[in-house]
């Protein structure tokens, strides 16, 4: 028998059922603690007295924030050079010495990070280091002070494991499978143009792409001669020969992903060659969730359609899967796209566009669950490479004030400093 099934399986109903979201709900939380506090005062001093036999004390406060001291940063090899420079700049400008470790799959950008890069930073506070998963174990057994790695869940969770063993503070950016909502009320020519560019950009390998699109058969049957015209407009008759398509970075993933087009039914595209590490811009329909395109992250030119009855159906599908890094909503209501956003998690959400919200450097970026934790870009780089160092300066003298808080704790010290706590809410307590 679990002592901690019932109560923890209520407290995860309650928080599904949303009732901690709303602000009024929040704010009647926190008073209920406060007269919590206010109406115990007595029961509390007498427990904590029992307990601890001490007082609280309180003063004003400042942060200081500091660098972590050696940073290892883990790249992958999609967008091998931002994913490289992006967490430098935050763990440089923080004060914070590097070592970069770049992706080994994207062989010339690691050259010339590891060849030129290092020539414009101070040697003595920055390397880069090169290696594939057996060296990125061997430099995973050393301290750090931070570790901030993107890429796959499968490795976040080593790096995590490594990191454990000296209790470094990681952030993982990591990827997933993210959803892309299409209601029935929304301009399909629209909407396709919009999910096959973000889809199909870098050839689909990008941790925020939308990966499948959710939405009722007659949506679907709207939206695949638009995507088949935005396709051919993007890339022209042939994709193959159309300088704006990437191409498969390895012929591991080539391999992997041509296997995933076995899924379902291929709608749209569907060709390969192999020789030149080709996928064409694919759309899939007919799939099902237990396939292995709905079960990994894609990671390239591949697009699944699955059908959903109602919004309340593709609520459900998306929170009842891991959460996602980028979250994706198409209406033409407002209503629409709001709940999307209110009744899902995900690490960041765009409504009626693809990852645009990844563009503005006012907003953090990271995932939620599994597709990681912690976030940066802009100022929150900074925040995420400094140690927040919570400090207090008291001045030397007023000892005879300060006197008040040392034991024997007499009946008028004690009033003294019950109000003293009160008045907390000025900048500068007293004791
Ligand atoms: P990956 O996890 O295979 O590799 C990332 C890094 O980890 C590389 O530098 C690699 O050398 C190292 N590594 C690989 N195996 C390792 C092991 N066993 N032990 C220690 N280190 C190891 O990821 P990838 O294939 O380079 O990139 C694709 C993944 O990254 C996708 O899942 C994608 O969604 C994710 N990604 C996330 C973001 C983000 O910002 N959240 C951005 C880009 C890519």
């Known amino acids: 028998m679990d002592p901690f099934a019932d109560t923890l399986q209520r407290l995860r109903e309650a928080f599904d059922s949303g009732c901690t979201r709303p602000a009024e709900f929040r704010a009647a939380q926190l008073k209920g603690l406060s007269r919590f506090l206010q109406e115990n005062k007595q029961l509390l001093q007498e427990a904590l007295a029992q307990d601890l036999h001490k007082a609280t004390q309180l003063d004003s406060a400042f942060i200081r924030k500091e660098p972590f001291g050696l940073v290892l940063v883990i790249a992958p090899w999609n967008y091998p050079l931002n994913l490289s420079l992006e967490p430098l700049v935050g763990a440089l400008a923080a004060g914070n010495c590097v070592v970069l470790k770049p992706s080994e ?6 050259k010339v990070l590891a060849k030129v890069l290092p020539r414009y930073l101070d040697q003595s506070c920055f390397a880069v280091v090169l290696g594939g998963p057996q060296e990125t174990g061997q430099l995973l057994e050393h301290k750090f002070d931070y570790i901030f790695f993107t890429g796959s869940p499968r490795v976040g969770k080593i790096v995590m494991a490594a990191a454990a063993k000296h209790l470094t503070p990681v952030t993982l950016e990591l990827g997933g499978k993210n ?35 959710l939405c009722s058969p007659e949506m679907q ?12 407009r993007f ?3 042939d994709p193959q020969s159309s300088p704006d398509l990437g191409r ?11 296997g995933l087009l076995s899924c379902g039914h291929v709608a749209i595209g569907g060709q390969t060659d192999e020789s030149d ?24 030119p591949i697009l699944p359609i699955m059908n959903v009855r109602s919004l309340d159906e593709a609520i459900e599908f998306i929170r009842r899967r891991e959460k996602p890094l980028a979250l994706y909503a198409f209406s033409n209501s407002s209503q629409v796209v709001k709940r999307v956003l209110a009744q899902t998690s995900s690490g960041g959400f765009c409504g009626n566009d693809g990852f645009m ?6 907003l953090p970026f990271g995932g939620v669950g599994a597709s990681g934790m912690g976030s940066y870009h802009g100022k929150f ?12 300066l008291r001045r030397p003298g007023l000892e005879k004030v300060y006197a008040l808080r040392y034991p024997p704790h007499t009946p008028r010290n004690l009033r003294v400093l019950l109000a003293a706590m009160e008045t907390r809410s000025c900048s500068c307590a007293l004791l």
């Not at 498969?248 to 041509?258: A, D």
């Not at 780089?381 to 207090?392: I, M, N, V």
């Open 105 to 110: 799959v994207s062989k010339s950008t690691e």
């Open 248 to 258: 498969i970075i390895s012929e591991k993933n080539f391999q992997r992903l041509r």
């Open 179 to 213: 959803p892309c909502y299409v209601d029935d009320n929304c301009d399909p020519q629209t909407v396709a143009n919009r999910v096959a560019f973000f889809r199909y950009f870098n050839s689909g390998q990008t941790c925020v792409a939308p990966d499948y699109i």
């Open 277 to 300: 590490r080709y996928i064409a811009p694919t759309v899939l329909v007919g799939v099902q969730e237990t396939e292995p395109v709905m079960q990994e992250e894609i990671f390239g």
């Open 381 to 392: 780089s900074f925040d995420t490479f400094s140690h927040h160092r919570a400090c207090l």
């Open 221 to 232: 049957a709207r939206l695949l001669p638009a995507l088949q015209s935005a396709i051919t």
């Open 357 to 362: 919200h990844m563009t503005v450097a006012s």
């Open 235 to 237: 890339y022209g008759e």
